[in-house]
């Protein structure tokens, strides 16, 4: 069984803080795959990022960054400098091991950047 | 933008109707899954179409049923709704299907409110 669990349900920040999102995740499968989403008001799912079990390189692309950690199960997202326009709701997400492709998200942290 | 379109965008259901969710993928994407999201939740995946037919399913009853068409595009069929169906209704598409880890991209969603 997989589960994606992001305890962190709300987060509000002040506008150029750095904010770090949560994800824990537990599976069985050795070759897995791992997601964050996020989700503006208007409901659509925008992927972010992509990460293999495999690769455990830190990633950066601009104000966002992944931290990977294989030894603790987790996959926590850092904004920094963080601005009104990152509010939304982000949500960490898991593959499963079967042949077909079923995504496990997490509950999601809405995070609040005040002005 | 994804590429990936939903129609319609709100419906508004009674108790015991039946509905219809429409999707079109994104170009060249043969695949495509359905998640249901209930309010404050994650998305919980129902099932997922390759080559017009279904190759995996959730936790989801028989009443939700689906469609894949030539043009990879899809429908989400829910009778006999009840007022826990009240949800929005994200349809994802990917290429190829078995692939493990291929990024999911999804549509808007369609809010279905069902009194």
């Known amino acids: 069984a997989q589960k994606v669990t992001q305890a962190q349900t709300e987060i509000s920040v002040v506008e150029k803080e750095d904010v770090t999102l949560d994800c824990v995740y537990e599976t069985r499968d050795t070759t897995y795959y791992l997601f964050w989403y996020k989700q503006p008001p208007s409901g659509e799912l925008v992927f972010l990022i992509r990460r293999n079990s495999f690769d455990e390189q830190n990633e950066i692309s601009g104000r966002y960054s992944w931290n990977f950690q294989k030894s603790t199960s987790s996959f926590n997202f850092t904004i920094t400098a963080s601005q009104v326009v990152d509010s939304a709701v982000y949500f960490c997400?898991?593959?499963?091991?079967?042949?077909?492709?079923?995504?496990?998200f997490g509950i999601g942290t809405k995070l609040q950047v005040i002005p | 933008e994804t590429g990936v379109t939903q129609s319609p965008t709100h419906l508004i259901k009674t108790r015991g109707q039946q509905v219809t969710l429409r999707c079109s993928s994104q170009?060249?994407?043969?695949?495509v899954s359905w998640y249901q999201q209930a309010l404050g939740q994650g998305p919980q995946f129902i099932f997922q179409?390759?080559?017009?037919?279904?190759?995996g399913r959730g936790n989801f009853p028989p009443r939700f049923s689906g469609l894949q068409f030539p043009n990879y595009s899809s429908e989400l069929n829910v009778n006999a709704l009840e007022l826990d169906d009240s949800a929005l209704y994200l349809c994802?598409?990917?290429?190829?299907?078995?692939?493990?880890?291929?990024?999911?991209?999804f549509g808007p969603g369609t809010r279905l409110l069902v009194l």
């Open positions: 179409y390759y080559r017009e037919e279904e190759n």
């Open positions: 997400a898991l593959t499963n091991s079967g042949g077909y492709q079923k995504v496990t």
């Open positions: 994802a598409s990917s290429f190829p299907s078995g692939r493990r880890g291929e990024t999911q991209y």
């Open positions: 170009s060249g994407h043969n695949t």
